[in-house]
Nanobody, 130 residues
């Protein structure tokens, strides 16, 4: 079992946008897993960014990022994307994607909880310059 793999990080100017990709694994024959994006800022805290159900039918966003963040997936490509616009230096962080369990979460809050997710990528650095 391999870890999910993030890509697409780099240096972005303030006001710009980014598109990160997460390559995930088709781990289960009869289900697909929720995927979440989290970011770790220089302060060391890992914050929730966005998540998506296994089917892609529902998405969840951090309140502070709604309106400029989009998460999507294509299970045929085993890929989850995170798009953000209007970036600011406050968005500088290491961005991680993570996969949940085979079973669906029983409560919506679990989609934003770090502890809900099992397989974590190594992260990709996003730096936003002012």
């Amino acid at each position: 079992q391999v870890r999910p793999a993030e890509s697409g990080g780099g240096l972005v100017q303030a006001g710009g946008s980014l598109r990160l990709s997460c390559a995930v694994q088709p781990r289960d024959r009869f289900s697909v897993r929720a995927v979440g994006w989290f970011r770790q800022t220089p302060g060391g805290i890992r914050d929730f960014v966005a998540s998506i159900t296994g089917s892609g039918s529902r998405t969840f966003y951090a309140d502070s990022l709604k309106g400029r963040t989009t998460i999507s997936r294509d299970n045929a490509k085993s890929t989850v994307w995170l798009e953000m616009i209007s970036l600011s230096p406050d968005d500088t962080a290491i961005y991680y994607c993570a996969e949940g369990p085979a079973a669906s979460f029983s409560r919506d809050y679990m989609y934003s909880a770090e502890t809900s997710f099992i397989y974590w990528g190594q992260g990709t650095q996003v730096t936003v310059s002012s």
